[in-house]
T-cell receptor, first 109, second 115 residues
Framework: QAVVTQEPSLTVSPGGTVTLTCGSS?????????PFWFQQKPGQAPRTLIY???DKHSWTPARFSGSLLGGKAALTLSDAQPDDEAIYYC?????????FGGGTELTVL | QVQLVQSGAEVKKPGASLKISCKTS????????LHWVRQAPGQRPEWMGR????????EYLQKFQGRVTITRDTSATTAYMELSSLTSEDSAMYYC????????WGRGTLITVSS
């Protein structure tokens, strides 16, 4: 099974911009991996922010955007807010099998 | 609105099986994929498999092949996930998730495997 890797932790200042990345042990991440991004706060179920690389759900704040960057999937948060503190998980698809990354703990400080 | 109501927490013995239900409402049950995702405490989520409620087609993560079965009852608009030969490593929160794009998550069912 492929391994999906993320930065363990990142810190961003309020109002700042940060990019989280999602890599694959099999090589370059492409749109064919249909990257997802989820936000999870303590005691809650994950919430889907981004699907299919850069598509947003109706509840996804505009300050979140998805892309492919340097062979990885990326989640960029602009104008970070204190409420954005959470763990962010990416998920990639491998011929139907979905694999989650280890998560990035984002601190807004 | 879309609602997914999962069955309650359970404690299981090693070697036993579990069956979790996910009662849905607020949408056409047969039109949207249902996934099952589990998450052990402090760990990453783990996708287990999915079902197309319309035709019953399933897909499972290879890791769980032979041990997991996802089914549905269209008349009850309910999906089920069975997991057999439980070990302590199966202790986790189990979620059902509606839609190919993981739109709506259930609140989870806490499963504890302990002797």
């Amino acid at each position: 099974q492929a391994v999906v890797t993320q930065e363990p932790s990142l810190t961003v200042s309020p109002g700042g911009t940060v990019t989280l990345t999602c890599g694959s042990s099999t090589g370059t991440v492409t749109s064919s991996h249909f990257p997802f991004w989820f936000q999870q706060k303590p005691g809650q179920a994950p919430r889907t922010l981004i699907y299919d690389t850069n598509d947003k759900h109706s509840w996804t704040p505009a300050r979140f955007s998805g892309s492919l960057l340097g062979g990885k999937a990326a989640l960029t948060l602009s104008d970070a807010q204190p409420d954005d503190e959470a763990i962010y998980y990416c998920m990639l698809s491998y011929s139907g099998a979905r694999v989650f990354g280890g998560g990035t703990e984002l601190t807004v400080l | 609105q879309v609602q997914l109501v999962q069955s309650g927490a359970e404690v299981k013995k090693p070697g036993a099986s579990l069956k979790i239900s996910c009662k849905t409402s607020g949408y056409t049950f047969t039109s949207y994929t249902l996934h099952w995702v589990r998450q052990a405490p402090g760990q990453r989520p783990e996708w287990m498999g999915r079902i197309n409620p319309g035709n019953g087609d399933t897909e499972y993560l290879q890791k769980f092949q032979g041990r997991v079965t996802i089914t549905r009852d269209t008349s009850a608009t309910t999906a089920y996930m069975e997991l057999s030969s439980l070990t302590s490593e199966d202790s986790a929160m189990y979620y059902c998730v509606q839609h190919w794009y993981f739109e709506v998550w259930g609140r989870g069912t806490l499963i504890t495997v302990s002797s």
